[in-house]
């Protein structure tokens, strides 16, 4: 409940219309509590009393009511779901800046399924809540209490007959609610698995034919098909006990007001008019208490989506600039790892245990080991997109962590293992660091990354759509394009990690060759991650990572001699290589 | 917002053979029908006679005092609302248990299509846009029409008994107070006409926004390190602002549409109150008749709303229906012949004889292959993609029949067999490892849904998945939800491959993977090949030198043609293609040795 108060906080943003559409939910009720009341003069004082002067005036005004009620209920739902839009708007917004800015250590242990619900479902939740429900029980709550107060004071005895079904009703719903929360999820799980049957047999369909299965899928349908009819079958028995009786309630109270109220006719102490408009009444006092009860499980469900979009927006941030961090603006090519020790959050095991190294201006570094032994955790530390657990890293003596994120990131250019390809153009991909880079650069870093004559081939160049609507890439494609991408940064230090794994081999040859050269030429420093040794030789100093810890280093030849670990890698290297897909 | 009715973008082509279609569904309820339709019948007339008596009583009971009346008019009232409560009742159950029913035969209906359809109507039409607009339609129509079925037909027999009503006491003033109606269905189109044209500008503006949401989500990382945050933080904005504006702009119909309706309504009533007066004191009507019509007249707008409402969700369903007749109606293409024979148990000879091949006409995918592969021998396909490596694992199986030429399997043709029996003897390790929802136990019996305890064990063993399976909390019994997100690739893989021994086949398809799998899996991996590859005809699609070597006959695939053949050495010794494709690949690594 008190994400939601945080919820009601962001309406003080938009004071003007809160406004609007509490005033129109007043004016609309009294409207409303005016039209029994016209009803009654009319009747009354017009056609009992034979006064045609009178049945026309209050013919007209009712019309002043009709017009009164739809500008005020126009202004009520319009306010309110104009606000509802600025609350999702708002809280979208600090969402979404709050997932751009939070570490990679969150992101690791977050799924990204779960961002998109909370930043997605859970806000749509938060929205109707303002948008419909609240809007409901606040006016539902004033019309019972203007209706109950207009009843009393018009005859306290048959009111108090009236306003029993206000109790009767509303335990009705709530019985209907608590006992068949149940029952409602039972349905929406089993309908969920049925799509779930279903989706996987369309995707699985090859599969499904290929082992014959496809009666034993038919009957597992079937059974679950049959068992979600019977849940709804229950559904509609607790439907079916509770609404007719609430029908039921308020045509009996309807009945009282026209005996009681009769009775008292009859004895002269109550006129027909306001039999008629006490009758009219009625009307609104079940309308309210159903709204209300509709709206409670929309109320905790929106209280458990404010939980969790709150959760994001208060989790704390685990890299941020230290106060007074200087801009790293010059690279002199001395990067130290003094003993570093690093776990990742929630990981058993320390992912580096003690690595010390230190780099020399120019060194063309290359880091070789297993998968999940700890060599690719050692430039994500370098780049602070964790910080170490114990130990430090420095460039050129000064700590990483005294510089500011931004300027640290910005210099130092790094090419994932896992390449990302965005939605939009060719261009727009590589220009990913820098969206208003001229088209000259970015065909320069294209031709590098040797996908230059490939994109040219294409009918649209540079301007080809890429993603899910677009042209389809092969996944030597798609990382010569991260290259691309990276190398039009304004790195000082590079960083390659096993960036070329999916490249067919002669390809790979040659832009290793290119990028040799630009490492030499245009960098203080540069690393080279990967798993085959193949790619590596050309490496000033070769760092052999090993269960976290640094195993060995020297040049090829070196290690091939002092190293038993860097022998066998060869070894089961030579023996068993995996050949790249081709065709790329 | 849910309640401005939305002219839906695209209606169905032909709504009435749609309907009468669905409609056909409704036969074998033939007999709890009628019961069903006077339940609602009746509820509905009970409603429509209250107003009626209560302004009966007025004028002859409460204005002459006469009480004794006026009690006995309360207890017949009493009495007509509890018969109400019953009917309302019976409507709510038999009318939701026929829809239901109805809804889960057509369900039915759908997936056993699937299942009858072959491989190339997936081919032809997106797996992925089918599956989004299927799994759509079907929860539009579970929706609409389980909720508004009902609620129409209650909603449609009120309207009509509450204007028969108002006809019947006073012809004149009921024709003044019915004028409202048409007035308000007018106004329900014209606002469903206006909502539309902004309703798509909602609609393209929260597509946008989902989109980079779901893409920025899922890219922090990159984000991060190339600095884009900001930038990113900013588009966003941009659009958010774009949807929040469309949204505000479409609003002002919706909000308007209720209001406008219930400001018609109230018109309705004053008009009642005016014209009824002046008939009253003119003594052409009584109180008791006024009284009774502003009761009717406030009783048209629920009807009146829910109607406007459930008739544009309706409409989507219907243009939905018709899509699921469409593909219920669509030809099975590949079929058992009439007189095909179970295929009996396989040996392991296969054969493509002169094969050719399109999944288009006109389109040459293979181009008069020729293939023998003696019982046991195993075949690496080797070749770019596209080829045809692929086509040529898919006419195997029978996933497509050939356009020319005969692929059989033990000197048969496998156009004669039934697709069970051939299929239920051929192997399959996909690249892409589907699990299906079930426990690992289910998973991996998914070709023999009746193998023994020990039978899976045994298989999981083979294919090295047993000890990691244990480890799991439930062990066999832990469920693998929606498509086994809980497992790696490689554990996926084993289960597949545990799946292919547990059925003991004679031939075997692999499709190896590419994907990097992590190291200790990987060597796995390469044993539980290894052993599903023993004493089995076999074709695998190779990109691992192992295998190639291995392999009895490699087939070079190029531009839908076997360009080479032989084994490894055979082919090196041609120093053609496949020579030199190995020596590009593994070029690198000879040089440093």
Redesign the interface.
Known sequence: MDSLKRVFGILGTYRLWTLGATLSLLLLTAANAV?PQ??RR??DQ???A???DV??M???L??G???A???F??GQ??WA??IS??V??QL??QV??K????S?SY?DQAQ?SQ??TR??SDIEQIRTFI??SLLQVVSSAVTLVTIATILLIMNWQLALISLMVIPLAGLLLYWFFIKNQPLFSQVQER?G??????????????????????????QR??QM??N??AV??KT??A???T???I??LS??V??AV??FG??Q??EGRFT?GE??AF??YL?FIVQPVLLIGFAAPVIAQAAASADRVYEIVDAPIEITNRPGAVPFDRCGGRITFENVWFRYPGAAMPALQGVSFETKPNELIAILG???SGKSTVVNLL?R?YDVTQGAIRIDGRDVRDFSL?SL??LIG?V?QET?L??GTLYENIA??K?DAPLSDVIEVAKTAHIHDFIESLPEGYDTLVGERGVGL?GGQKQRIAIA?TLL?NYKILILDDST?AV???TA?QIQQDLDRIMRDRTCNAFVIAQ????I?SADRILLIDKGKLAAQGT?KELMRTSPLYGAI?ES??K????????T | ??NAPVAPEKKAANQGSTVSRFLGYLKPYQKEMPFALGAVILGAATQAI?PFL?GW??DN???P???AG??GM?IG??LT??I???A???Q??RV??IV??VL?QL??D???K???LS?GY?DKSE?GD??SR??ND??VI?QAF?QSIPQILGNTFSLIGIIIAMLLINFQLGLLSNLVVPLMIVTTSVFSRWARARFRVTRTTIGE???R?????????????????G???DA??AL??A??DA??DA??V???F???I??LN??A???V???G??L??TGAAT?GT??AF??YV?QFFRPIQILSQFYTQAQSAIAGLERIFLLLDEPVLLQDSPNAVVMPPITGKVEFDQVTFGYVPGQTILDQVNICAQPGQMIAL??????GKSTIINLI?R?YDVTNGMVKIDDQDVRDVT???L??Q?G?V?QDN?L??GTVAENLA??R?NASQAEIEAAARVANVHEFVTQLPQGYATPLG??GAALSQGQRQLISIA?AVL?DPRIL?LDEA?S?I??QTEGLVQDAIAALLKNRTSFVI?????TITQANQVLVVQQGQIVESGTHAQLMKQSGVYAN?YA??????Q???
Do not use: C, W
């Open positions: 039209t016209l009803f009319g009747i017009g056609i009992a034979k006064n045609l049945v026309v209050t013919g007209l009712m019309v009511v009709a017009i009620r739809g500008l209920n126009f739902s319009y779901e104009a839009q600025g999702a708007y979208r917004a979404f800046s997932i751009e800015t939070l990679f992101h990204t961002l998109l930043i997605t948008g419909t309908l698995d049925l799509n779930d049957v279903l989706r996987e047999n369309l995707l699985g369909v090859r599969v499904v034919k290929a082992f014959a299965r496809e009666p034993v899928e038919m349908y079937t098909n049959n979600l009819v709804y079958l509609l028995s439907i079916r006990n609404f007719p009786f029908f039921l045509n009996l309807t009945l026209i005996g009769g009775a006719v009859i027909i039999l008629v009758n009219a009307l297993m998968t999940g780049l997109f931004e990131r910005s790094i994932f990302t965005f939605s990913y660091a969206p092969s991408r940064t794994s067919d081999a002669e040859a085959r040794i193949s790619t030789q090829h060869l290297q030579m068993q290589p995996l050949l790249t897909p081709m065709g | 917002m849910a209250g209560i009583s007025i009971l409460i204005t005092g006469n009480l006026l009690i309360i009232l009493t609302y509890l109400g409560t019953l309302i009742r019976a709510i159950f939701g248990a239901q029913k889960a369900r039915q759908i997936f056993i699937i299942q009858r491989v997936f797996a089918l599956m299927l799994l079907v929860s579970n389980g926004l989902s989109a949401i779901e893409e920025d989500v899922s890219s922090v990382k990159e984000a991060q390190a190339f600095n884009r945050v930038y990113n933080i966003f904005e958010n602002a949807n929040r949204n505000v609003v002002m919706t909000a308007a209720l209001p406008s219930d400001f109230t018109l009533t004053a008009g109150l005016a014209y007066g002046y009253a004191v109180v006024v009284t502003l009761l406030q080797v070749g770019p993609t596209g080829a199986l996933f697709q069970g029996s299929r239920r051929i399959f996909l589907i299906f929802s998914f070709g849904p929606g498509g799946r059925i398809i590419t990097s992590d190291t190779a990109h691992r030198l192992s494709l590009l690949q593994l070029g690198a690594t040089e440093q040795s």
